[in-house]
């Protein structure tokens, strides 16, 4: 009662003050019953942890959309874990399997106020990746992931090309799980990769030498043989010139009327006949002599041709040797009833940005019952075992239970007998009802985005060309470099102005001792 009066008067007193008592009064009111929400929204943020043992190498991250959380995974388990800010609604994080395509420690937009994305870590070309950011407690950005600044920069050194990054709708752990068609390496196949390795590499540098040189004899064979038409052509006009010379001899004797005309036309006719001979043996000969060079045209070309083959063979077996002692991802979808292998080359791409993957295996694979949904299901080799490799799966689509999508699958014997037996831990099947995004491309591991599922960060940005995705130039948490105009609710990133934006605090300090 004491404190309904105490309102009372405080009211009354307001009153008195005006109008302006009263909106202060009411935007008092208004914060304190807001104050407990925000609280509790702010209790309820994830917050920076550490796994209580040493990291080994990070295998995988995984992002839940519904948690706004993202958790790094060694082999052993889940290694840190971060509160992220995805994207807002109608730009947002696509759902989906992809993986770490370029790396870049200081990236400024050219577009959105110098917007700050430290320690990026590219997902997509056509503008999605993880990188430091504001964290205001929910998803708000144009489709990245935003991470706390620090943590971004713990992460950043021990990522690496290739790594897989999965983005979950839901809240999702990578699960230990044994099946009959997960590989199984064979360790005296394992051994014998450096020699074989070794071997194959030899064999191709020595098909490339024989292969440069067939080309060279070739080129100068066809060289040579260039002038054979017109030198040939002189020749037979000089001929045709000399038989027309020996014609004219022949009618002017026939018509002498008098010893000394016959005499003069005889003596003309036998300088032509001689001239003709002449003619006619220097083509004969010319002929004779021209027919090998033809040949040697020919044969030289053939010879190109054959040692340029081998040299592709060679070079094949012994790139297919080397990837031998990469990790293998192999994705399976059951749109396009097929099944897609790739490896990291590590070479750089030419055009530049990311490093170039292997794609030479891409062959139909049967998919029992392929009406039903199979779901989406990342098979990861952890670690290995005495008997083999360790594995653990990740579902992040509900079509099927994992095992059941492995039962429904039968891959070709010859892709089992050429990757099979050389899988090493990081190895990967992917099984999914989508088709490969249009992400994929040669520089790229898979890119799989759940159609089910918003996928506003791609809508808003449009996939964009081979040679234009490896530039850098202009992309942001927006990745401006795509929309044609200036978005007026973009929230620059910029340390000069950090004070702008609420921060996710940890409620404990980080150990900066991670890794």
Request: a positive charge; proline letters at 7%; one cysteine or more.
């Amino acid at each position: 009662m004491k404190n309904r009066s105490t309102t009372a008067q405080s009211i009354r007193a307001v009153g008195r003050r005006g109008p302006a008592g009263i909106i202060a009064l009411v935007a008092a009111a208004t914060l304190a019953a807001a104050t407990p929400a925000i609280a509790a929204k702010q209790q309820r943020q994830v917050a920076e942890a550490v796994a209580p043992r040493v990291a080994g190498d990070p295998i995988m991250a995984i992002v839940s959309i519904k948690s706004q959380q993202v958790t790094f995974y060694d082999a052993e388990g889940w290694i840190v874990r971060a509160p992220v800010s995805t994207g807002t609604t109608g730009r947002e994080t696509p759902a989906g399997v992809f993986a770490i395509l370029e790396k870049n420690r200081e990236h400024r937009s050219s577009l959105y106020d110098d917007a700050w994305m430290p320690h990026m870590q590219r997902i997509t070309w056509n503008g999605i990746a993880l990188h430091g950011g504001p964290l205001p407690g929910y998803a708000a950005s144009h489709g990245c992931v935003r991470m706390p600044f620090g943590f971004a920069e713990n992460v950043f050194d021990k990522t690496y090309i290739g790594m897989r990054v999965i983005v979950s709708p839901n809240d999702t752990v990578p699960t230990d799980i044994a099946h009959p068609s997960l590989f199984v390496p064979k360790p005296e196949a394992i051994a014998a990769v450096p020699g074989r390795a070794d071997k194959l590499s030899a064999e191709a540098e020595e098909a490339t030498r024989a292969a440069d040189e067939a080309k060279k004899a070739a080129s100068a064979a066809a060289k040579e043989a260039t002038a054979l038409p017109a030198a040939l052509r002189k020749l037979e006009q000089q001929k045709a010139r000399a038989d027309a010379e020996l014609a004219f001899a022949d009618k002017t004797l026939a018509n002498a009327k008098t010893d000394q005309t016959r005499a003069k036309a005889e003596e003309l006719k036998q300088k032509a006949a001689a001239k003709a001979a002449d003619a006619a043996t220097q083509l004969d000969a010319f002929r004779a002599a021209a027919q090998p060079k033809r040949d040697a045209v020919a044969a030289t070309k053939e010879a190109a041709k054959t040692a340029a083959a081998r040299k592709t063979e060679a070079v094949k077996a012994a790139t297919d040797a080397k990837l031998a002692g990469e990790p293998v991802s192999v994705y399976i979808s059951r749109a396009t009833q097929k099944l897609y292998v790739r490896r990291n080359t590590h070479k750089p791409a030419p055009d530049g940005g990311g490093e170039v993957f292997d794609t030479s295996i891409e062959v139909p694979v049967t998919i029992r019952n392929p009406e039903q949904p199979i779901g989406t299901h990342v098979f990861t080799a952890m670690a290995r075992t005495g008997t083999g490799l360790r594995w653990s799966v990740v579902t992040i689509e509900n079509g099927d239970e994992a095992r059941n999508a492995l039962d429904r699958i039968t891959i070709p014997q010859d892709v089992w007998d050429r990757i099979g037996p050389t899988a090493l831990p990081r190895s990967s099947i992917i099984i999914s009802d989508e088709p490969l995004s249009s992400e994929t491309n040669y520089r790229t591991e898979f890119v799989a985005v759940l159609s089910n599922e918003p996928q506003g960060g791609f809508i808003t940005r449009k996939p964009t060309a081979p040679a234009m995705v490896a530039s850098d130039d202009g992309w942001d948490d927006g990745f401006g470099l795509f929309f044609q105009q200036r978005d007026p609710y973009v929230q620059p990133a910029s340390p000069r102005r950090r004070s702008q934006y609420q921060y996710y605090q940890p409620a404990q300090p980080m150990q900066r001792g991670f890794w």
